[in-house]
Structure formats: C-alpha cells, structure tokens
C-alpha cells in the first residue's frame, strides 16, 4: 500500500549552501507533485493554446505540466499556462542544456525535467534551488545521481527499459531513492506504476497529446485528466 513520501532533499551537497527557506520550497513543489501522483508532459506548437489547456488539465484534477523544450513556444507556454492558473504547478521538460534550464526557470518553471542525467544541468538547477529529475535507468546514472546529491530521478523511457520490474529491481539497492516512470505510461498500467512506493509521481502524454491540444479538443483533456485523478484517488488515497 503506498504511504505518503518522505521526501528529503536535505542530503544534496550542491544544496549546502541553500537555506532551510529554499529547501523546503524546493520540497514541497516535489511533495505537491507527488499528491497530484501525475504529471502531463506537453509538447505544444502554439502557445495560445497554453491558456485553454492549463484550465482543462485543472478541471479534469491535474493541475500540474511539464511543458517539453520540444518547440519553441515553451517558455511562452509555461509562462501563459503560470498566468491562467497560478495554483498550477508547471514545470520544464526536454531540458538538455544549462541555457534551457535558464531560459525555463525566467519563464517560471517550478520544476527542471531532462531525458538524461548531465551534471551541469543538474547543478545548475541546484543553484538555482530548482527542483530537478534527470533521466536515469541504470544503476551508474542513478549512482552520479545520488552522489550528486538527489533522492528523486526520472525513469525514461519507462516501458523501453522494463517499467515495473525494473523499477523494484533498482530499489533493491537503491532503496531510498524516488523514481518518475515516464515513457509508456497510459490508462493500462497507470495503477500499476503508481502502486510502487518507490514511485513518487509518473509522466504521460496520453491526457493531453498533440493532437487533442492542436485540435482544441479540451473536453477530452480534461476527461482523461479526471479518468487518471480518479485512480491517483483509488490508488493512494
Ligand atoms: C516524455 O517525454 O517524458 C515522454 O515522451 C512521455 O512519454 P509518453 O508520450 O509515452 O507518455
């Protein structure tokens, strides 16, 4: 049965120099996160849509995204999306460069996600008091993860790299360490996956896609997004 987290970003050496004020901001965007239990990942080519979708997303029961830095609009996005619902929590995604982590936390990212673990990335975001979840599948990239100090990593492409299975075991070792299964998440195996007390939150796309979003189809955004508040509820509630 999953019990509710316990979070602690207190360990990070690149955090040192934070105070107690800017460590617990950075936990508690990570604890709402896990509370809401699913994060939509966007990809989205028109930052007008921004506005529309922060409100579906919110109604359906997920108010949280992270917008990928797969278009051009996403800084305009999360600033659009920040300005439509302030009770939202968004954040960036597809960051694979210091100066994306810097163009998404001026835009108002609340949280840093990248497909893969970089250092510089990582402790940019560190010094910058960012929340940030690298990319790790392997028990060496979660290793350069811990070491440099997090407790919380993305699992990509979660169902390429074995999904469930997987993810318990590198809890053997790893076992204080938090993953984000992403990549493969959907309707099928989202009990599944958030039913892993090393499972903190997960990402998908399946509530939002492209499509629904370019085709303003925002009833379907929500009703998804309400389908998979509903098993966050069942699961962990
Ligand atoms: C991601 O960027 O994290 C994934 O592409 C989302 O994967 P999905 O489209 O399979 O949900």
């Known amino acids: ?5 316990n979070i602690s970003i207190k360990r990070m050496p690149g955090l040192c120099g934070r105070s107690d004020t800017e460590k617990s ?21 028109d930052a007008n849509d921004a ?10 029961g997920i108010p949280a995204a992270e917008v990928t830095f797969r278009t051009s609009c996403a800084s305009s996005a999360i600033i659009a999306m920040r300005e439509a619902c302030p009770d939202m929590i968004v954040g960036a995604g597809t ?12 835009a108002g990212a609340q949280f840093i996600v990248s497909p893969g ?20 599948v392997t028990p060496t990239e979660i290793m350069a993860a811990m070491n440099i100090g997090l407790d919380v990593v993305k699992f990509f492409p979660a ?8 993810i318990k075991a590198l809890s053997a070792p790893f076992g204080q ?23 903190l939150f997960v990402g998908g796309s399946y ?29 962990r509630g």
Not at 95 to 106: G, R
């Open 1 to 5: 049965m999953f019990s509710k987290m």
């Open 25 to 45: 901001a950075m936990n508690r965007i990570l604890e709402k996160l896990s509370e809401i239990g699913i994060v939509p990942v966007i990809k989205i080519d």
């Open 51 to 60: 506005a529309p979708l922060a409100h579906a997303l919110s109604d359906g």
């Open 95 to 106: 960051v694979v460069t210091v100066a994306q982590a810097d163009e998404a936390i001026a």
């Open 117 to 136: 673990f970089d250092p510089a990335v990582v402790r940019y975001c560190i010094s910058r008091s960012m929340p940030v979840l690298p990319g790790c």
């Open 159 to 166: 169902s390429d790299f074995g999904g469930v299975k997987t």
């Open 177 to 199: 360490m938090k993953f984000v299964p992403t990549g493969g998440v959907n309707e099928n195996n989202l009990e599944e996956y958030l039913s892993q007390s090393s499972v």
């Open 207 to 235: 509530m939002a896609t492209g499509a629904m979003i370019s085709s303003h189809d925002w009833q379907s955004v929500a009703s998804k997004s309400r389908a998979a508040a509903d098993v966050v509820a069942r699961v």
